[in-house]
């Protein structure tokens, strides 16, 4: 469903992914995981091409991204993506903010697109905060929100940066959950996290990336419990020390 | 003080002078108000333009803000005045010639302060409307332009008082606004304390208003 093909991308001279391959199939729950400064949150953002790369190739459901002809927006519609810093518009409300884009990009009448997205909030656990605006809103109900926009795109792909970043530790959960729930339903995600109590519960494959490699892939149960690479190992040991 | 010499030209001063009605060219509404609508469409396109990614549209529209901001207003009426008729052969009215430099010069001002406003929404709005499957020019009218104009309204209003009181600068090529309609007055009456205390109160008052109007404008649309 998404495939990497020796990507590379740079900042100026900053090398950020260093020849990236890598699948992703259908239905399949990938976190990648690894220090700031990785390329972790590059390699996710380049999926939807917020983040151009400039040697390989990314496909995504063989639709080459490099393609001049490829209706990016119309690519971008089939893709959800969750920000760390949520990225609601200020100036809706929770319900506005999730039937923007079925109205606009989809052409999906009012009532049916409210449909949708009373459902999608209702999902996620906040019905009655509809009719408030982000700036009334919890963070955690905020990312719930932000989450319900993406969904009401139907997409076919689910990517998330750092979603639980910039929560208060006692929103985490209210998050992960909705995101443990999507998984189970099948949806195909990329989620970048620290949580690695998610990681272990819902990953089907755990993905460590360091200076804009790879440099391990695995199974939860052998990527925790018997990691190849030393640099795991020792990123392992840190956070999962305490 | 005896403003008696008001009431008495009460109907000049403000028919003439402040609105436009009467037997000259003039009002200072008459300019002010298509210069300050006018001035702001070209100046969404300018500030637009100054943000393109093309160089082609970028260039020119920082040429236009950089010399029309460095020039005085004054030159800019003088121009259009004295020059445009001789390119063009034809000569200009006096409302025509007033209106077309104060909506060029205010729309490099007018561009600046748009485009600070789009830079002012953070970038990961865009990102956010764009992953949505939003066009870039729906990303532009739903989410970026209607956080960037509220964001602009402190800045647009002060530009628009500045402009409204510039008006009376029209009066230089025979433009009778309401400064010029109280030196005319004055003229004949020699009463210019009072004179041109009036238009000092006249003047304030619609600059105050416009300045109300905004505060009400900036929290009628903070969300929440």
Same mark, same amino acid.
Not at chain 1, 23 to 39: A, F, N, Q, T
Not at chain 2, 103 to 108: D, I, K, Q
């Given at each position: 469903?998404?495939?990497?093909?020796?990507?590379?991308?740079?900042?100026?001279?900053?090398?950020?992914?260093?020849?990236?391959? $890598?699948?992703?199939?259908?239905?399949?729950?990938?976190?990648?995981?690894?220090?700031?400064?990785?390329?972790? !949150?590059? /390699?996710?953002?380049?999926?939807?091409?917020?983040?151009?790369?400039?040697?390989?190739?990314?496909?995504?459901?063989?639709?080459?991204?490099?393609?001049?002809?490829?209706?990016?927006?119309?690519?971008?519609?089939?893709?959800?993506?969750?920000?760390?810093?949520?990225?609601?518009?200020?100036? $809706?409300?929770?319900?506005?903010?999730? &039937?923007?884009?079925?109205?606009?990009?989809?052409?999906? !009448?009012?009532?049916?697109?409210?449909?949708?997205?009373?459902? $999608?909030?209702?999902?996620?656990?906040?019905?009655?905060?509809?009719?408030?605006?982000?700036?009334?809103?919890?963070?955690?109900?905020?990312?719930?929100?932000?989450?319900?926009?993406? $969904?009401?795109?139907?997409?076919?792909?689910?990517?998330?940066?750092?979603?639980? !970043?910039? /929560?208060?530790?006692?929103?985490?959960?209210?998050?992960?959950?909705?995101?443990?729930?999507?998984?189970?339903?099948?949806?195909?995600?990329? &989620?970048?996290?620290?949580?690695?109590?998610?990681?272990?519960? &819902?990953?089907?494959?755990?993905?460590?990336?360091?200076?804009?490699?790879?440099?391990?892939?695995?199974?939860?149960?052998?990527?925790?419990?018997?990691?190849?690479?030393?640099?795991?190992?020792?990123? /392992?040991?840190?956070?999962?020390?305490? | 003080?005896?403003?008696?010499?008001?009431?008495?030209?009460?109907?000049?001063?403000?028919?003439?002078?402040?609105?436009?009605?009467?037997?000259? %060219?003039?009002?200072?509404?008459?300019?002010?108000?298509?210069?300050?609508?006018?001035?702001?469409?070209?100046?969404?396109?300018?500030?637009?333009?100054?943000?393109?990614?093309?160089?082609?549209?970028?260039?020119?529209?920082? #040429?236009?803000?950089?010399?029309?901001?460095? %020039?005085?207003? #004054?030159?800019?009426?003088?121009?259009?005045?004295?020059?445009?008729?001789?390119?063009?052969? #034809?000569?200009?009215?006096?409302?025509?010639?007033?209106?077309?430099?104060?909506? %060029?010069? +205010?729309?490099?001002?007018?561009?600046?302060? %748009?485009?600070?406003?789009?830079?002012?929404?953070?970038?990961?709005?865009?990102?956010?409307?764009?992953?949505?499957?939003?066009?870039?020019?729906?990303?532009?009218?739903?989410?970026?332009?209607?956080?960037?104009?509220?964001?602009?309204?402190?800045?647009?209003?002060?530009?628009?008082?500045?402009?409204?009181?510039?008006?009376?600068?029209?009066?230089?090529?025979?433009?009778?606004?309401?400064?010029?309609?109280?030196?005319?007055?004055?003229?004949?009456?020699?009463?210019?304390? +009072?004179?041109?205390?009036?238009?000092?109160?006249?003047?304030?008052?619609?600059?105050?208003?416009?300045?109300?109007?905004?505060?009400?404008?900036?929290?009628?649309?903070?969300?929440?």
């Amino acid at each position: 469903m998404i495939e990497f093909q020796s990507v590379n991308k740079w900042y100026g001279s900053l090398h950020v992914l260093r020849g990236i391959n $890598l699948r992703i199939e259908k239905g399949e729950v990938v976190v990648v995981c690894g220090p700031s400064g990785s390329g972790k !949150s590059t /390699l996710i953002r380049c999926i939807n091409r917020l983040e151009p790369i400039q040697s390989g190739e990314i496909l995504i459901d063989g639709k080459r991204l490099s393609d001049p002809s490829l209706d990016l927006t119309a690519l971008r519609a089939e893709i959800g993506f969750v920000f760390q810093q949520f990225n609601l518009y200020p100036h $809706l409300s929770a319900m506005e903010n999730i &039937v923007l884009a079925p109205m606009k990009a989809r052409k999906i !009448s009012r009532p049916e697109a409210e449909e949708i997205a009373t459902r $999608l909030l209702e999902r996620v656990g906040i019905p009655d905060k509809a009719a408030s605006y982000p700036a009334n809103l919890s963070g955690g109900q905020q990312q719930r929100v932000a989450i319900a926009r993406a $969904l009401a795109m139907q997409p076919k792909i689910m990517l998330f940066d750092e979603p639980t !970043s910039a /929560l208060d530790p006692e929103m985490i959960n209210e998050v992960l959950e909705v995101m443990s729930d999507l998984a189970g339903e099948g949806m195909t995600m990329a &989620v970048v996290t620290h949580e690695m109590g998610f990681a272990r519960r &819902v990953a089907h494959r755990i993905l460590f990336m360091d200076e804009g490699q790879i440099i391990e892939e695995g199974s939860p149960q052998t990527f925790f419990e018997n990691p190849s690479s030393p640099r795991t190992k020792q990123f /392992l040991s840190k956070i999962l020390s305490h | 003080m005896d403003f008696t010499v008001v009431a008495k030209n009460i109907d000049f001063l403000i028919l003439q002078g402040l609105l436009g009605f009467g037997n000259f %060219v003039g009002g200072t509404f008459r300019l002010a108000i298509p210069a300050i609508v006018l001035g702001f469409i070209l100046g969404i396109f300018i500030g637009l333009a100054r943000l393109a990614r093309t160089p082609w549209i970028r260039i020119p529209a920082m #040429v236009y803000v950089e010399f029309f901001r460095g %020039v005085p207003l #004054v030159m800019v009426i003088f121009w259009f005045w004295f020059i445009i008729p001789l390119l063009l052969r #034809v000569p200009l009215p006096e409302y025509g010639v007033a209106l077309t430099a104060f909506v %060029v010069f +205010e729309a490099a001002y007018l561009g600046e302060i %748009v485009r600070a406003g789009i830079q002012s929404v953070a970038r990961g709005q865009a990102e956010a409307a764009m992953s949505t499957g939003l066009t870039p020019a729906q990303t532009m009218g739903y989410v970026i332009l209607p956080q960037a104009l509220r964001n602009m309204i402190p800045a647009l209003v002060t530009q628009f008082i500045v402009l409204f009181k510039d008006t009376s600068l029209a009066s230089i090529i025979g433009y009778v606004d309401l400064t010029k309609a109280a030196e005319i007055v004055n003229n004949r009456e020699i009463r210019p304390f +009072e004179l041109y205390l009036f238009i000092a109160v006249v003047y304030w008052l619609c600059t105050y208003s416009m300045s109300r109007y905004a505060r009400y404008l900036e929290r009628r649309l903070t969300p929440g």
